[in-house]
């Protein structure tokens, strides 16, 4: 570029000038003019007296920039000076899109597709080899929840006989019927118990989204209503005052939207360093025969579990809990108001966690807390504490009791005291509000916290959950839809205890046995959410970390798996099949009759297979052998614009799957 310039010579001064001009771009040109699906291009340039340049909008510097387009794209430079811009010839590289399945795993997404059809070729499959084909709808929208419809179905067809009906599947063994002596009729009231027990949350967690949406609008407002309560935001196990013996407290009766609230009397059963336990006086002579005798004082039995185990193993995992009235130690209530299971289905909500209680942290004016005679003025305690549901609601027989004692009050209160830990580390710490988390990762850090301190998937109990998962993710509309899992969504809670909150517990399950867990604690301390925020601790985008544990699931620990990345690790969950499958055999001992505790798939009808899809929701095909010849599948969504990820396993011999044993 010329410059104007000035010379001094003999005293007298002469301007040199000349008009400045714009940059010139003299080639512009790409080394491929057209490429497969993923492979690069090398685009490179002659450009003179250009200050800046941009390639299809984006700055770049240098003479030439590499490319992987995922579509047909036409790309042009442009050159910028202080006199104007100028751009180049456009140069179009065609994209082709070409997937051929070369590795035993291989995911396919949206840019895979060619219109609204994927084909993907095989070139040669084995005479042992099938292909297990697991579609995935990743979209974040879905159908009304009240109604288990799917958003999206797919077929899948082949060109090959791979693609024919398949034989029914051999039977598979017996699980020992050892296991089931003395222990049927207490593992299935711990199963009816479960399944029940979890359904509510769902609406617990709508409400908590809801009270973080207008406490974010408040913040960005600046209205925060006065000066905020001073409390420290951790547990120094000191309490400010002696506990009161008696107090009362706001509850919500049942977690129904719009449920009101009542005021309840109660007396403190037990102080440990941690929490205070405190019963709703309406309900003493249900626990009365449970404070002595043989069996032990449930208040002893449930501190000591407390703080020698749910306390110490959920703070060490998550993180500290908060402490907004200051008083040093968490408030545990038990109380029948929290409902009876629904005459219906027969569900009952456990326990909650409600961020109601402790808002008035930095909004006082707004959420302070109920003073008035009938909880009317908004029904928070202005204390950090969780809700329990009483042996009122729980139990109709002492066996039954015994088992809320013994196992379902303890895993509560460790799912319970998650949801305390994540409100307090993603809010009340640094004091953000804008991104409520969702709802499944909630619930499944809960579930995953339930083994963490001993119970879950560490039990029986817990296992026959695990089983009934995967034995019941199965496309079939011939049964009750609302019981059958073939439409669980992660993102739609449909109020389904297993199909929800294990599905979830097995995604996070398996990603602590992968990588620690440390991992469930980056989730919970920041103020990130969603599946954004997990991608970002995983270390890999969410469709790989969801298609690698749909693969888990069907694959883990099974001799032909693709990898041994796809395995459940942990003590109590490895083998995964052997161990779900030992809570199943023939014969009303099993907690789950007749299921054989492997993952259901689809198989093909003269080359067809067809399936249903939720929001963050797969199903599973496998197709027969193959005949050492090429076979090539197409996967065509019926709802435009839904486009699933697909992921493509090649194996050799043969896969249980879960449908039912035989049993004579």
Same mark, same amino acid.
């Given at each position: 570029m010329k410059l104007a310039a000035s010379l001094l010579a003999f005293g007298t001064v002469f301007l040199l000038s000349a008009c400045g001009s714009s940059p010139t771009i003299?080639?512009?040109?790409? %080394?491929?003019?057209?490429?497969?699906?993923?492979?690069?291009? !090398?685009?490179?340039?002659?450009?003179?007296?250009?200050?800046s340049l941009t390639l299809n909008g984006g700055a770049v510097t240098g003479t030439s920039a590499t490319v992987s387009p995922k579509k047909t794209t036409v790309y042009s430079l442009t050159a910028t000076n202080g006199h104007g811009s100028v751009s180049s010839s456009p140069v179009t590289?065609?994209?082709?899109?070409? !997937?051929?399945?070369?590795?035993?795993?291989?995911?396919?997404?949206?840019?895979?597709?060619?219109? !609204?059809?994927?084909?993907?070729?095989?070139?040669?499959?084995?005479?042992?080899?099938?292909l297990a084909i697991i579609a995935m709808n990743l979209g974040d929208e879905d159908v009304d929840p009240s109604v288990p419809v799917p958003n999206a179905t797919l077929t899948v067809t082949g060109t090959n006989p791979v693609f024919s009906a398949r034989p029914a599947p051999p039977p598979v063994a017996q699980a020992s019927a050892q296991m089931?002596?003395?222990?049927?009729?207490?593992?299935?009231?711990?199963?009816?118990?479960?399944?029940?027990?979890?359904?509510?949350?769902?609406?617990?967690?709508? =409400?908590?989204?809801?009270?973080? *949406?207008?406490?974010?609008? @408040?913040?960005?407002?600046?209205?925060?209503?006065?000066?905020?309560?001073?409390?420290?935001?951790?547990?120094?196990?000191?309490?400010?005052?002696? *506990?009161?013996?008696?107090?009362?407290?706001?509850?919500?009766?049942?977690?129904?939207?719009?449920?009101?609230?009542?005021? =309840?009397?109660?007396t403190l059963k037990k102080e440990t360093a941690h929490a205070l336990?405190?019963?709703?006086? #309406?309900?003493?002579? #249900?626990?009365?025969?449970?404070?002595?005798?043989?069996?032990?004082?449930?208040?002893?039995?449930?501190? #000591?579990?407390?703080?020698?185990?749910?306390?110490?193993?959920?703070?060490?995992?998550?993180?500290?809990?908060?402490?907004? %009235?200051?008083?040093?130690?968490l408030i545990i209530f038990f109380s029948r108001e929290l409902g009876a299971p629904d005459p219906v289905t027969q569900s009952v909500t456990l326990g909650y966690y409600s961020a109601n209680d402790v808002l008035l942290k930095d909004f006082p004016s707004d959420y302070p807390k109920d003073t008035t005679s009938d909880c009317s003025g908004g029904g928070s305690n202005g204390a950090d504490m969780f809700y329990m549901n009483s042996l009122y609601n729980l139990a109709t027989t002492p066996d039954e009791a015994e088992s809320v004692i013994a196992d379902s009050y303890p895993d509560t209160l460790g799912h319970e005291f998650q949801h305390l830990i994540n409100f307090n580390q993603k809010h009340l710490v640094p004091g953000d509000y804008s991104v409520a988390e969702d709802t499944w990762i909630n619930?499944? /850090?809960?579930?995953?916290?339930?083994?963490?301190?001993?119970?879950?998937? !560490?039990?029986?109990?817990?296992?026959?959950?695990?089983?009934?998962?995967?034995?019941?993710?199965a496309f079939d509309y011939s049964n009750n839809p609302f019981l059958r899992y073939f439409n669980a969504s992660f993102s739609n809670w449909?109020? %389904?205890?297993?199909?929800?909150?294990?599905?979830?517990?097995?995604?996070? @399950?398996?990603?602590?046995?992968?990588?620690?867990?440390?991992?469930? =604690?980056?989730?919970?301390?920041?103020?990130?959410?969603?599946?954004?925020?997990?991608?970002?601790?995983?270390?890999?985008?969410?469709?790989?970390?969801?298609?690698?544990?749909?693969?888990?699931?069907?694959f883990s620990n099974e001799s032909n798996e693709p990898s041994t990345k796809f395995?459940?690790?942990?003590?109590?969950w490895s083998p995964l099949h052997a161990k779900l499958t030992a809570s199943a055999g023939c014969g009303p001992a099993f907690p789950y009759p007749n299921r054989a505790g492997y993952l259901q798939?689809?198989?093909? #009808?003269?080359?067809?297979?067809?399936?249903?899809?939720?929001?963050?929701?797969?199903?599973?095909?496998?197709?027969?052998?193959?005949?050492?010849?090429?076979?090539? /599948?197409?996967?065509?969504?019926?709802?435009?614009?839904v486009q699933p990820e697909v992921a493509v396993i090649r194996f050799s011999g043969s896969l249980p799957d879960g449908r039912q044993l035989s049993c004579n």
């Open positions: 003299s080639s512009f040109t790409a %080394d491929k003019s057209a490429v497969n699906l993923g492979e690069s291009v !090398n685009l490179s340039w002659t450009v003179d007296g250009a200050e590289v065609t994209v082709t899109v070409q !997937n051929v399945v070369k590795d035993d795993w291989t995911l396919y997404g949206p840019d895979h597709y060619s219109g !609204n059809t994927l084909t993907v070729d095989v070139p040669n499959l084995g005479l042992n080899e099938h089931a002596v003395g222990n049927g009729p207490e593992l299935e009231a711990k199963r009816a118990l479960r399944e029940r027990g979890l359904r509510g949350h769902e609406v617990v967690r709508a =409400k908590e989204a809801q009270l973080l *949406a207008d406490a974010a609008r @408040r913040q960005k407002a600046g209205l925060k209503g006065g000066p905020a309560v001073t409390a420290p935001l951790y547990r120094t196990g000191v309490a400010a005052s002696a *506990a009161p013996t008696n107090t009362n407290f706001c509850v919500q009766q049942g977690v129904a939207p719009g449920s009101p609230y009542a005021r =309840k009397s109660a336990f405190y019963l709703d006086d #309406d309900d003493a002579s #249900d626990y009365a025969p449970y404070e002595t005798g043989v069996a032990g004082d449930i208040w002893i039995t449930l501190g #000591d579990l407390w703080e020698n185990t749910i306390y110490p193993a959920d703070t060490q995992t998550f993180g500290a809990e908060s402490d907004v %009235d200051g008083n040093g130690k619930e499944g /850090l809960s579930v995953t916290a339930e083994d963490i301190i001993g119970f879950g998937w !560490n039990g029986p109990g817990g296992r026959s959950d695990a089983n009934a998962y995967l034995t019941d993710l449909s109020g %389904d205890p297993v199909g929800n909150y294990q599905g979830a517990h097995a995604f996070f @399950r398996y990603f602590t046995d992968r990588m620690g867990e440390g991992i469930l =604690k980056n989730i919970v301390q920041t103020t990130q959410a969603g599946t954004d925020n997990l991608a970002r601790v995983l270390g890999e985008p969410f469709d790989q970390a969801f298609a690698e544990w749909a693969t888990a699931l069907l395995d459940f690790t942990g003590a109590n798939y689809e198989t093909f #009808d003269n080359g067809t297979a067809k399936a249903a899809l939720r929001s963050l929701g797969f199903n599973v095909f496998v197709t027969n052998a193959g005949l050492n010849q090429p076979v090539t /599948l197409t996967v065509t969504p019926t709802q435009s614009g």
